[in-house]
């Protein structure tokens, strides 16, 4: 019964980790843009007569929307820029309004680049913003500096930390196998942040990259694959696999080969570490991650070797070998102790069996109990459904009718975008539903 408790506590414990596990860099990123631009937010408080109004500037091809207190400008007020065709340039608040005006925002590029941080805006020759259109001249948006870019790589949203040096992406398009990308990368300057380019910044990536699935996280160098109209790919090479199981598996180059050591394996009752190898030119890059190809492509080496050392060595009359009766007694003995390990772990696979019964109906409805929660003001059932857009199909599957035959059902997948009805906060869940 001791053993039980032990198991259980074990359980619930490694739940709870792998639940704080399951949130990507991307996830991180996402939380502190999101609390950035609420930290962003136009106000008018002290000010009296707010107005918010339109001023055209139709000999430049510029217009803006900006709040006024008795005709001026004020520390607080929302300001945004729209081209010729009337289309959002720039969002943000003036935090400053000593010449040139200081800004606050989001700068948006041609090339679908979002730029989150601080600007100055002037459109006079002498540095300042003036709002009578007769005399005000082209307009000049300089960027002070960068804290994230935010843009998409053919589907694949991407964020830009610019303070901590870490790119993210999202592997939210069909084409991708991914949950997260993740790296540190080389400081952008703020002067060229707008025509940042995104897929030269991964097409870059290499060397401590993490990449995050559904079951695992990969941790270690990476070889980016770059096909047009494609989001880019990303080739496992030499690092670590953490499983959200607790087996880990790894892979590294030694000399002419490579060197998988797995440990952790709930299906090695002995808890034991396995090491295989196999030589560079005998397994693809393709396939150095798959388990399976690898180990048979192991044994398959070590037979090799046994053979070639064996055709080599001059084979020894039993007759001539008195300790033979001592081997084979030495063996029965440690058969006797393999029985009794293997007897011993099937033991404790009981333990687990039992354990996992009880903990996963437990977790299930822990994990609907807490569904609603709002992420970022901690208020509960606070989550509700606000959209839900399709993003193509998912996969498709031959399935069989009532009547027997067989026929290719269609798996569609939707985005479900949610809202806290309290703080405003979003976030979104992929699910695939039978066309």
Same mark, same amino acid.
């Given at each position: 019964?001791?053993?039980?408790?032990?198991?259980?506590?074990?359980?619930?414990?490694?739940?709870?980790?792998?639940?704080?596990?399951? !949130?990507?860099?991307?996830?991180?990123?996402?939380?502190?843009?999101?609390?950035?631009?609420?930290?962003?937010?136009?106000?008018?408080?002290?000010?009296?007569?707010?107005?918010?109004?339109?001023?055209?500037?139709?000999?430049?091809?510029?217009?803006?929307?900006?709040?006024?207190?008795?005709?001026?400008?004020?520390?607080?007020?929302?300001?945004?820029?729209?081209?010729?065709?009337?289309?959002?340039?720039?969002?943000?608040?003036?935090?400053?309004?000593?010449?040139?005006?200081?800004?606050?925002?989001?700068?948006?590029?041609?090339?679908?680049?979002?730029?989150?941080?601080?600007?100055?805006?002037?459109?006079?020759?002498?540095?300042?913003?003036?709002?009578?259109?007769?005399?005000?001249?082209?307009?000049?948006?300089?960027?002070?500096?960068?804290?994230?870019?935010?843009?998409?790589?053919?589907?694949?949203?991407?964020?830009?930390?610019?303070?901590?040096?870490?790119?993210?992406?999202?592997?939210?398009?069909?084409?991708?196998?991914?949950?997260?990308?993740?790296?540190?990368?080389?400081?952008?300057?703020?002067?060229?942040?707008?025509?940042?380019?995104?897929?030269?910044?991964?097409?870059?990536?290499?060397?401590?990259?993490?990449?995050?699935?559904?079951?695992?996280?990969?941790?270690?160098?990476?070889?980016?694959?770059?096909?047009?109209?494609?989001?880019?790919?990303?080739?496992?090479?030499?690092?670590?696999?953490?499983?959200?199981?607790?087996?880990?598996?790894?892979?590294?180059?030694?000399?002419?080969?490579?060197?998988?050591?797995?440990?952790?394996?709930?299906?090695?009752?002995?808890?034991?570490?396995?090491?295989?190898?196999?030589?560079?030119?005998?397994?693809?890059?393709?396939?150095?991650?798959?388990?399976?190809?690898?180990?048979?492509?192991?044994?398959?080496?070590?037979? !090799?070797?046994?053979?070639?050392?064996?055709?080599?060595?001059?084979?020894?009359?039993?007759?001539?070998?008195?300790?033979?009766?001592?081997?084979?007694?030495?063996?029965?003995?440690?058969?006797?102790?393999?029985?009794?390990?293997?007897?011993?772990?099937?033991?404790?696979?009981?333990?687990?069996?039992?354990?996992?019964?009880?903990?996963?109906?437990?977790?299930?409805?822990?994990?609907?109990?807490?569904?609603?929660?709002?992420?970022?003001?901690?208020?509960?059932?606070?989550?509700?459904?606000?959209?839900?857009?399709?993003?193509?199909?998912?996969?498709?599957?031959?399935?069989? !009718?009532?009547?027997?035959?067989?026929?290719?059902?269609?798996?569609?997948?939707? /985005?479900?975008?949610?809202?806290?009805?309290?703080?405003?906060?979003?976030?979104?869940?992929?699910?695939?539903? /039978?066309?």
């Amino acid at each position: 019964m001791r053993r039980i408790i032990i198991l259980l506590c074990s359980f619930l414990f490694a739940s709870i980790c792998q639940e704080g596990y399951a !949130q990507t860099k991307y996830d991180e990123l996402v939380d502190k843009v999101s609390s950035w631009i609420s930290d962003t937010q136009p106000s008018g408080e002290g000010q009296k007569r707010v107005k918010t109004k339109t001023i055209e500037f139709p000999s430049f091809g510029y217009s803006v929307e900006l709040d006024l207190s008795r005709g001026d400008l004020f520390p607080g007020s929302c300001f945004k820029v729209f081209n010729s065709d009337n289309v959002l340039t720039f969002d943000g608040v003036v935090s400053s309004i000593d010449n040139p005006v200081s800004l606050k925002g989001k700068q948006i590029g041609t090339n679908g680049v979002e730029l989150l941080g601080s600007f100055r805006i002037s459109n006079t020759p002498e540095g300042q913003f003036e709002l009578k259109p007769r005399k005000a001249g082209e307009l000049s948006i300089t960027t002070s500096s960068v804290d994230f870019i935010i843009a998409s790589d053919c589907g694949n949203p991407v964020i830009i930390s610019a303070l901590e040096k870490i790119v993210a992406v999202c592997g939210e398009s069909r084409n991708s196998d991914f949950l997260c990308v993740s790296s540190s990368m080389s400081g952008i300057r703020p002067q060229n942040a707008l025509d940042t380019d995104i897929r030269s910044i991964l097409k870059s990536l290499s060397k401590n990259v993490t990449v995050s699935y559904k079951d695992k996280a990969f941790k270690g160098t990476v070889s980016p694959i770059a096909i047009e109209a494609k989001p880019i790919s990303f080739v496992l090479k030499d690092g670590t696999c953490s499983f959200h199981d607790g087996k880990s598996v790894s892979i590294k180059e030694s000399g002419d080969n490579y060197v998988m050591t797995i440990t952790g394996d709930s299906s090695n009752n002995t808890g034991s570490e396995s090491t295989y190898m196999v030589p560079k030119s005998s397994i693809s890059e393709d396939k150095l991650w798959s388990e399976k190809d690898f180990i048979k492509q192991s044994l398959a080496y070590q037979k !090799q070797q046994e053979q070639s050392l064996s055709s080599t060595k001059p084979v020894a009359s039993s007759t001539n070998n008195p300790s033979s009766d001592n081997n084979s007694s030495k063996s029965s003995t440690s058969g006797l102790s393999t029985n009794k390990s293997e007897s011993s772990g099937n033991g404790w696979l009981e333990y687990l069996i039992i354990a996992a019964i009880i903990l996963i109906p437990i977790l299930f409805i822990r994990r609907l109990i807490h569904a609603r929660d709002c992420p970022h003001c901690g208020r509960k059932h606070a989550m509700v459904d606000v959209d839900k857009q399709f993003m193509g199909t998912a996969y498709e599957k031959r399935e069989q !009718q009532p009547d027997g035959k067989y026929v290719n059902v269609h798996y569609n997948k939707y /985005k479900t975008i949610r809202q806290c009805k309290y703080c405003g906060y979003q976030d979104y869940d992929i699910t695939e539903e /039978k066309g």
